[in-house]
């Protein structure tokens, strides 16, 4: 079998577990996007899945996707940085993330709006939400997330985009993210346009799906396992 084979393959296989999680939801496909999260694979695998006509990638080391953006510099693709954002890298995430999922703190978030704005370029800004107030492993206390969401929206290189989350490993994913959906629903009361929540990877999508995720972040179950 050809690597494009076998990503045509697992590409079905995760489209019909999407397609099932919706319709058990129901909600309609189109109101979930698949970001192939390529960390670790090289850019000819992205290239690959482009061909098959995936458009969204996710990387989350900030020097790994440089040099893929670059390489991959003649096709259309939107870059989702889903990485912890270590501030000493913001200058050169502003250059070409299209999204950052995991921001939680006002630092990352005052310094991407100035990195942005040097590079006149507009970022999509998703918030990053603990779900069970575990900082250390990222992400905001759900008691902390509007202030931080004012911050987000006073930006003006920064569009306040939604949310993002990780399940955490000592809980059910469907617990956890009903908790994101319900601070998610908050959120857009006052912030309508933070429409994305950021939820859902290879072993979680159905979890995420049923709890109003707009945004997969599928790496292992499409490119295979990671070293
Ligand atoms: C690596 C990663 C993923 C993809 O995980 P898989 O289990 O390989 O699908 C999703 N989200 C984040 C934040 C990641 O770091």
Redesign the pocket.
Known sequence: MTRLQELQQNLDEINSRIQNACAAAGRDLSEVTLIA?S?TWPAADIRLLHELGIRDFGE?RDQEAFEKVAALADLEIKWHF??QVQTNKLNHIAQYAHYVHALDRAKAITGLNEAAAKHNRQINALLQISLDGDISRGGVAIESAMELSDLISSLPSLDFAGVMA?APLNMEPDMAFSRLEEIARTIRNTYPAAKIVSAG???DLEAAVNNGATHL?????LLGNRE
């Open positions: 999260v960390k989350s889903i990485g990780v990877m290879s072993n972040r599928i790496g292992s179950a």
